[in-house]
Every structure is written in C-alpha cells, then in structure tokens.
C-alpha cells in the first residue's frame, strides 16, 4: 500500500533548490493541484524539467510566472510568452533539448543505463561542448542521464498499490519521469482499490506518494 | 511580379501551399505535420487517400479537432487543441513517440521554416534574441523521417527564406528533400537543388529574382498544381 497523501502535503515535501521533474504534454495529463499547491508554498530557486512550460497562467507556467523557478531543462518555450521574457532578462537559465533527447535522457537515469547516443543534433549548435561519438560511420552526440529529486507526475486511474493507468494522449513524459526521480508523486483523476494487471502502464513499485484528485 | 505577389492574400498563400502539399501523401503513409500551415494540408487530402498521422505527443490515428460542446480533454494534438481519433488509432507516450519519429518510421514530415538553405540544411528554432520557441519535436522528426517536406512562404518581408547558406541556428543538416511555397517546388538532391514547378502566376525569372539560393531548372519543370 503506498502513501496517500494531499496535494498540498505532496506540495511541502518540495523545499528550496530542489530539482524537479514536472509531466505532462503543455495542460495534458499534467499534476495541475499539485501544482496549485507549490505555488502556494513559494519555495524557490527551483530546477524544472518538463517537455514545455506550458501557458503563463496554467500549471507549470504559474509556477514560472510566481518566479519559482530559476532553471529550465525542456524542448518548447513557444507557448508561455513568460518563460521568454525571464529567458531574456537573466532572471531564468533556459537549457534546451530535443524533445526525443529529453524523454532518453530520463529514461536512461530511469533504466540504469550511461547516456543517450542520439543522431539529433548533428551538425547543429547542439554539438557544442558535446562529446561526438562515432559508430560505423555515423555520427553521433553523446548525452548523459537526467534525474531528478522528485517527479511530480499525473494518472488517469491510479490504484493503492500505486500501479497507473491512462487514457488518451496523457502518458507523454509521465512514464519515464515515474523512473528517474529519487522520489515520485503522482496525481489521481481516479484512485481505485486494485487497477486490472493488464491496463497498468506503470509500475506501482515507481510510486512513493499518491494525491487523489478526483475528477473536476 | 510585384503586383500579382501582392494580389495573393495571405489565405490564398496558405492554400496554395497547403493544396500542393496534400498531393505529396499517398495511402497508408505515416505522416507528421507541424503546427500551423502543415497542419492544413490535411484538410485537401482526397477522401480516398487513407493517411495514418501521427502525433509527437502520443497518437498514431490522428482525427479532426473535436467540435463540443463537451470535450475528451484527455486527447488532444501537439497544438493543445482538443481532438478525435480514427479507427485503428493508438496512444503511446514519449518514449514511443520518439522511437517511432527519430527511428525511422515516419514517411514524411511537412514543417514550417525559418530558412531552407540549397544543400537542404533548416533553421526553424530560433532567432536569438528575438524569437526562441524552442526545439520540440522538430529536430527529431527531420532526422528521422524518410521524407522532409518544408511547406512555407517564399520569403519574408521580400527577403527570400530560400537561401545559399543558412544564417539562423541550424534544426538540421542537410535533411530537407522538398521546399513547397505559393511560387514554387523544389527538390533538393546531392545533386543540388532543382526548380521543379511553378506557380503559372510566375516565370522562371520571377522565381530566380526572389530566391537567394542557386538552383537549376529541372528538365522535367511543369506547372505547379494550385
């Protein structure tokens, strides 16, 4: 049985500086109460990483606008106007990836693994400071794993053994995050006694801490 | 030139390049469409013409926007916007979004551009200073897909986005295939580049005046369907 606990007790386990890995694809299958909550709290100089920093006023973009974060490990900033301006100003260190690059990165923390040989890259300003690896002709840039202090990650069902399940396009970068983070919190839509084993994507022994969100 | 260029709207722009786009697909391709004016393209596609899309944050079936007035806000595209999904559909997450794009196994991808350069090399990320959207899906998808189609106007504030040699940070290297705009096609080969068709509201001079880059006229040049 794993911990359930409240969006806002999951929020204070966060403190300053600590890294945070954030799912969701912009406003889709994202921890929006957590969330909420975290801003609420004020801690700071945070590092996020997540696949985009959403819009200025949702979700992971609040926490951007509150001036929580003050480095960013993602793909997109297009959609939260915010982010760029805090980019420009120096008030926000922006570290871009590819959006294939990122998800491995995490998945090799996640597996074990000692990084990512990506083509992605090659011959762009990507290679700069990167160690190039080539392999049968064909080259290659080498990228480290990415982990994190906490994952803060979302599931549609979600049972009290902390197996998850989904629906839709809202697995995105949950899956893998759920693998990398020292410790994982993950947001119910629904929390249910026992998922079927056959619809579980991920792994219950990946959940620490389970908010029950209920469904709006 | 000059007055027929201005004599094209913008909507009329898009649907040039969008209607010339869609003859590109052929049934049971798997195809990845950018945001915006690549995304339009599908909107001409012949009704018999069965194309699997795909879509970066988890989809392989993409649908049409969902139209209310209640909503899955569980399914939605790369765009954020609300959408359904066709028979055979499948979701995924990331992992699989990027085995299946950087993998190999996208046939052709339609993006948008900053700049296109002669030897088929892309700049769409960003401006610095000015303009940094970010990387996306982007860098992956033109890496990955067997054919890369580059669907945008034919210059910018009367510069020509068809260039020798790409100024802006590069998305990928020598990776595009085919550039579309509303005045032309060209293919891009080891070969260089080749002027394959044009827009019959254009000449062959026109085109030349308002390309940067250096081209050849295809043997086979023929009217651009529009």
Redesign the interface.
Known sequence: MKKIISAKEAASLIKDGSTIMVGG?????VADKIIDELVKTNVKNLTMIC??TSFQDSDKGKLIKNNQVTKVI??????NPVT?EK??SGQIE?E??????L??KI?AKGSGLGGVL?????????ENGKKIVEIKGKKYIFEEPLGADYAIIYG?KVDKFGNVA???????????MATAADTVIVQADELTDCLNPDEV?IPGIFIDYIVNRGID | MSLLVNQLSKDQIKEIIAKRIALEFKSNDIVTLGIGLPTEAANYVSSDTNIIFQ?????LGLGKNQTGPKF?????N?G?AYVEVNEGAC?????M??TI??GGHIDATVLGALQVDQEG?IASWQIP?KF?????????LI??SKKVIVAMTHTSNNESKIVKKCTL??????EVDMIVTERAVFNITPDGMFLTEINPLFSIDDIKNSTDADFKVSKFLKEMQI
């Open positions: 694809f912009l406003s889709c299958g696949n985009d993602t793909t997109h900033i297009g959609t760029g980019m420009h922006v871009f990836y590819p959006m294939g690059t998800v491995e998945h990506t083509p992605t890259g090659i011959g762009t300003i990507l549609t989904f629906r839709g396009t809202t697995r995105n970068f949950n899956t893998s994507v | 879509s970066e944050n988890g989809i899955n806000k569980n399914v939605v790369a954020g979701f995924y997450d990331s992992q979004a990027f794009m950087r090399s200073g940094v959207p970010g990387i996306g899906g982007s860098m992956d890496v990955g940070p590069l998305t990928a290297y020598k």
